[in-house]
C-alpha cells in the first residue's frame, strides 16, 4: 500500500506490519495467502501438508492500530 490506511473503529493512523511464519528447520518467511480452499497431500496416510502448485501467492502485509489494537491484513 502506498499510505497508512486508518483505523475504521478508532480513526487513528495505523502502523504497517507483517505476520512471520516459521517453516522448515525453523526458518522465517512472511505468510502468504493463497488462492482457493486448502486442499492436504497425502502418501500412505501421512500428511505431507498443503498443495500449492498453480496456485497464486500473495505476501500478506499487516497494519495495526496502535490505539486499540485492530489489525487488518492486505494482499
Known amino acids: 500500500m502506498s499510505r497508512s490506511p486508518t ?3 478508532c ?5 504497517e506490519g507483517f505476520l ?3 517453516g522448515h528447520h525453523n526458518s522465517q518467511t512472511q505468510a502468504q495467502w493463497m488462492e482457493g480452499p486448502p486442499e492436504e497431500t497425502t502418501w500412505l496416510g501421512m500428511n505431507l501438508g498443503i498443495k500449492t502448485k498453480g496456485k497464486k501467492m500473495l505476501k500478506v502485509s499487516v497494519w495495526r492500530c496502535p490505539r486499540c489494537g485492530v489489525l487488518e491484513s492486505y494482499a
Do not use: L, Q
Not at 480513526?11 to 502502523?15: F, L, T
Open 20 to 22: 512471520m511464519d516459521r
Open 7 to 9: 483505523c475504521g473503529r
Open 11 to 15: 480513526r487513528a493512523p495505523m502502523e
